[in-house]
């Protein structure tokens, strides 16, 4: 399917335009997202949609790189540590210019390097291999270290899930990353409240999140993952403490905004009939 998706925001833009953008932005790579998953038979649209906000304002708008030289030594980091939901990833770098928007016909089809899980190796602008769940966070503040001890000013960013979080492997990824001061690290966890299955507090109790990051060093701030303007405000103004990583708790709901999926649990992973992507692409008009 050929759809319009956006570009990378002029920042000399007026703020209010940027924030128009941004919107409309979203909203574009929401579609296709749709789209991506209704073709392919698979996918995780309801992690998909609460993230995509955030990952918008990130490629859109904040991270400083550069498309056609995907490698560039200072660029800022970007791990998408749900690996699972690469939909709202690839449909991103290509609305950046990273590849071809025309590739996103192939997700999931035998041999594209649109994989159900994202691969360095094979789609530019991907920066770590995720997937498997308690990942990207560890590969995240390794790279964090590396970026102090080359003296860069470059920036890492890691999105996780919130159910991830279950995951040891993140706590002694959050311990390291406190006891370095990493403040060019900020992880963003898209808490969505849901996970595979159940709500994340029946399955394995998170709260209080905010607390227990920063009883492991971290600075940490909360905001509305659906908010472009809080987002913006927020990303422009790392690290939330000097000497600290960020923690930043986003506020999301599952399946945002398509009325049917928002905050349904079996949205975690479903795809959606021909009748149902209708429906939902008449609320993202």
């Known amino acids: 399917?050929?759809?319009?998706?956006?570009?990378?925001?002029?920042?000399?833009?007026?703020?209010?335009?940027?924030?128009?953008?941004?919107?409309?932005?979203?909203?574009?790579?929401?579609?296709?997202?749709?789209?991506?998953?209704?073709?392919?038979?698979?996918?995780?649209?309801?992690?998909?949609?609460?993230?995509?906000?955030?990952?918008?304002?990130?490629?859109?708008?904040?991270?400083?790189?550069?498309?056609?030289?995907?490698?560039?030594?200072?660029?800022d980091r970007f791990v998408m540590s749900?690996?699972?939901?690469?939909?709202?990833?690839?449909?991103?770098?290509?609305?950046?210019?990273?590849?071809?928007?025309a590739l996103l016909d192939t997700y999931m089809k035998p041999l594209s390097p649109l994989n159900g899980h994202p691969d360095r190796k094979r789609v530019p602008g991907v920066e770590a291999n995720t997937g498997p769940l308690g990942h990207g966070l560890p590969i995240a503040v390794g790279m964090a270290i590396a970026a102090t001890l080359d003296g860069s000013p470059r920036r890492?960013?890691?999105?996780?899930?919130?159910?991830?979080?279950?995951?040891?492997?993140?706590?002694?990824?959050?311990?390291?990353?406190?006891?370095?001061?990493?403040?060019?690290?900020?992880?963003?966890?898209?808490?969505?409240?849901?996970?595979?299955?159940?709500?994340?507090?029946?399955?394995?109790?998170?709260?209080?999140?905010?607390?227990?990051?920063?009883?492991?060093?971290w600075a940490v701030t909360e905001v509305d993952g659906h908010d472009h303007a809080a987002l913006l405000d927020l990303f422009e103004q790392l690290p939330v403490e000097p000497g600290r990583p960020s923690f930043v708790i986003a506020h999301t709901h599952k399946g945002n905004p398509v009325s049917f999926m928002r905050d349904r649990v079996e949205w975690h992973h479903k795809v959606p009939s021909a009748d149902q992507v209708a429906a939902a692409l008449e609320e993202l008009v």
């Open 156 to 217: 890492i960013f890691c999105l996780t899930g919130d159910g991830e979080l279950q995951e040891g492997s993140n706590w002694e990824a959050l311990m390291v990353g406190g006891h370095r001061s990493l403040d060019r690290l900020t992880v963003i966890v898209d808490r969505n409240g849901l996970q595979q299955g159940a709500p994340t507090e029946e399955t394995s109790r998170l709260e209080p999140l905010a607390d227990k990051a920063r009883a492991f060093g």
């Open 1 to 75: 399917m050929s759809t319009t998706l956006p570009r990378r925001i002029d920042r000399s833009l007026p703020r209010e335009e940027q924030l128009r953008l941004l919107v409309d932005g979203a909203r574009l790579i929401r579609r296709r997202n749709l789209a991506l998953i209704a073709e392919a038979g698979l996918g995780h649209v309801g992690g998909d949609l609460s993230a995509a906000d955030i990952v918008a304002t990130l490629f859109l708008s904040v991270l400083r790189i550069d498309p056609t030289n995907p490698t560039l030594p200072e660029r």
């Open 82 to 101: 749900k690996g699972h939901c690469s939909g709202v990833l690839y449909t991103t770098l290509a609305s950046c210019g990273f590849f071809d928007a």
